[in-house]
């Protein structure tokens, strides 16, 4: 017990121990164990990082751009150097698989390789003899201070959505990770640190609700990059504007996977399980519901059942393990609560994920692949996220049917159709208001030079993260016209 570490702050290039007596815990959700000690920071901690961003900005932006490029040049090479390490620790804290986690820090690092693109990204535009002799410019210049609130199934990525593009634009930063999953946060800013970006410029600092509140409150920060639940979203989405700040919020989801007579069934499913069962779905771009088609309906059954059947559910550490726990003895509650819930709603359970077990980690918080059938779209397993690794099927009879039952839904983050024919392909494209989606991929996640887009109740704001989005996110257009007598 002596040995758990209490995880510190990182403000102005210096790791500083938290004054808060409120520590919470920190466990591998695979063994139970508790791993850490996450402190949630007095006001007067955050401040101090929002006063040290603050600080460092003024000289940050003045350190010309392919100068700050080579920062996360250094910064690429060490996640490269430290790969593995990285990637493990996403799965102790965490839960997935070491896979699941390498895939993680890979797209981590493709946003870090963009931001070294900064010197041209951030150009701006002009036009010659917008009136007689006069020349006009948009230049794109760097805000100051902006911050992010982490959730906890991508501790090591989300941050890396948005603070290289942040902080490569010229701005200062400060990343508030999930009390949930922070580990990976620090694991991060280590390489930071070694990376040798002048103190000050990005910081972390540990918290929940307060720190986020104190972050989304003061009036030197500009700007919050959100990931995280859509009750929350809301709540962070209001209080940026509130105080006229900007804001990208991306929350949560319930995908719809449409699978078409045509499609081939075998690769489809086999998409689908790692839609559905990757990361124990928990992904906000997990495929939680399928819509078959009557006609391929029961082979389609049949190969999911024998395909989620062989999933092997452990340790996310040993290699071969497919899918790990969930995050929290209370996310495993839920889900629990989630597959009785469809029971009463009158679904058939056919594979269910409640009693497994795991040789030699009585004490993870396992579920097992769970399928239901003959689901109906007012079903709350239907309409909800789980946030769990729970498939839930409907037979529909029309295409039309199928996207009826995409648009009821609230969420709008990502769906996906499997077809062999470009016609469904391209009218699937053209009408469905998600803002992610796949043809024939069953997680439609862009790369990091693409936007991460959502809609409806999944996203709130209007320039999303990566790609030339954060760009914009991340500066403001200034105007300036020019005539010479
Ligand atoms: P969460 O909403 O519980 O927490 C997210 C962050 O908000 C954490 O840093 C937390 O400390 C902070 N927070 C909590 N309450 C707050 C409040 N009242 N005010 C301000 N900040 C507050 O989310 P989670 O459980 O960590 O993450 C899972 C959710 O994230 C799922 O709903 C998932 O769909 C969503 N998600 C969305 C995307 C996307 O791109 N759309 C990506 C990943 C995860």
Redesign the pocket.
Known sequence: MTDVPILKNYIDGEWVESSSKNLRDVLNPATGELIAKVPMSTVDETEEAIQAANKAFPRWRRTIPITRARYFFEMKNLMEEKFEELARQVVIENGKTIDEARGEIRRGIENVEVATGIPSLMMGYNAEDVAPEIDEIVLRQPMGVFFC??????PSM?PLWFLPAAVACGNTYIV?????APISAVRLTEVIDESGFPPGVINLVHG??ET??TLLDSPITKGVS?????P??R??YERAAAHGKRAQV????KNFLLVMPDADLERTASALMTSCYGCAGER?LAGAVILAMEEIHEPLVQLLVEKAKMIRVGNGLEEGVQMGPLITAKSKARTIDFIERGLKEGATLLLDGRDVKVDGHPNGFFVGPTIFDDVKPNMGIAQE?I?GPVMSIIKVKSYEEAIKIIHANPYG?ASSIFTSSGKWAREFTYEVQTGNIGINIGIAAPVAHFP?S?MKD??FGDLHGQGTDAIRFFTEDKVVITRWF
């Open positions: 609130l982490a959730p906890f199934n991508f989300v508030k990770p999930s009390p949930i929940d609700v986020a509140n959100f990931v995280g639940s859509t929350v979203g709540i962070v991306q929350a949560g989801a906000c996220e946030f983050n991460f959502g999944s996203f």
